[in-house]
């Protein structure tokens, strides 16, 4: 049977779709040794099905565990893909660096998002949880990203990103990067009222915001 490489990629988008890693992986491979570039199976193979499990998840049709594995399947592929990205000059989709606030331990949610946004081409600086608003100021200044990401989960800590905005704009930072703001307790007039950029109610959510505000940041 001959390679086709329309199949490959609908085969690799479901791939992905499905949680399955090693079809992820040989499709990579089959795609790589029929000449595919690795940018090109990225944008339409792997990419797509990350896209959709994103929409899913945002409308609640898949949950949790089945994100984490189209994670897994995502990142399979990516394995074989970065030796042939890093020789090109492709640039990735953004950079992000993002955190859960000071006080608060949770980190479920952010590690989906960044699951999924680095699923869909995005660079990203996971700072953990308990995040120190001058941890933040410093990542920001160090890796001068697109975005700052920061959640909470606890209302206690919401004030928290308050802060961290401030302390942007005290460090003349503040015009440079793009802020979302997200957690179970976060709402979308707080995060107005906090001047950041934008808000997410959940993770699908976030990497739509997340390539748009790259765009506006690159354009």
Same mark, same amino acid.
């Given at each position: 049977m001959s390679f086709d490489k329309k199949i490959n990629f609908e085969l690799a988008s479901n791939s992905v779709i499905r949680g399955n890693d090693e079809d992820a992986a040989q499709l990579t491979q089959e795609a790589l040794a029929n000449g595919i570039t690795a940018k090109e199976f990225l944008d339409f193979g792997l990419i797509p099905g990350m896209d959709v499990v994103g929409a899913r998840f945002r409308d609640g049709d898949m949950f949790l565990p089945e994100v984490l594995l189209a994670a897994r399947a995502m990142k399979a592929g990516m394995e074989l893909l970065k030796p042939e990205l890093s020789k090109s000059d492709i640039k990735p989709a953004g950079k992000v660096v993002i955190g859960t606030v000071a006080g608060d331990l949770h980190d479920i949610g952010k590690n989906i998002v960044i699951y999924m946004l680095e699923g869909t081409g995005f660079t990203v600086l996971d700072l953990g949880i308990n995040v120190a608003t001058e941890t933040f100021? %410093? !990542?920001?200044?160090? /890796?001068?990203? /697109?975005?700052?990401?920061? %959640? !909470?989960?606890?209302?206690?800590?919401?004030?928290?990103?308050?802060? #961290?905005?401030? %302390?942007?704009?005290? %460090?003349?930072?503040?015009? +440079?990067?793009? #802020?979302?703001? +997200? +957690?179970?307790? #976060?709402?979308?007039h707080f995060a107005h009222e906090i001047g950041s950029d934008a808000y997410a109610e959940d993770a699908g959510t976030a990497v739509t915001i997340c390539k748009r505000l790259a765009r506006l940041d690159n354009s």
């Amino acid at each position: 049977m001959s390679f086709d490489k329309k199949i490959n990629f609908e085969l690799a988008s479901n791939s992905v779709i499905r949680g399955n890693d090693e079809d992820a992986a040989q499709l990579t491979q089959e795609a790589l040794a029929n000449g595919i570039t690795a940018k090109e199976f990225l944008d339409f193979g792997l990419i797509p099905g990350m896209d959709v499990v994103g929409a899913r998840f945002r409308d609640g049709d898949m949950f949790l565990p089945e994100v984490l594995l189209a994670a897994r399947a995502m990142k399979a592929g990516m394995e074989l893909l970065k030796p042939e990205l890093s020789k090109s000059d492709i640039k990735p989709a953004g950079k992000v660096v993002i955190g859960t606030v000071a006080g608060d331990l949770h980190d479920i949610g952010k590690n989906i998002v960044i699951y999924m946004l680095e699923g869909t081409g995005f660079t990203v600086l996971d700072l953990g949880i308990n995040v120190a608003t001058e941890t933040f100021i %410093s !990542a920001v200044q160090q /890796h001068q990203p /697109h975005i700052l990401g920061m %959640s !909470a989960f606890l209302t206690t800590t919401m004030p928290a990103m308050r802060q #961290v905005i401030e %302390s942007l704009q005290k %460090s003349n930072l503040r015009e +440079g990067v793009k #802020v979302i703001v +997200g +957690g179970a307790p #976060v709402t979308e007039h707080f995060a107005h009222e906090i001047g950041s950029d934008a808000y997410a109610e959940d993770a699908g959510t976030a990497v739509t915001i997340c390539k748009r505000l790259a765009r506006l940041d690159n354009s």
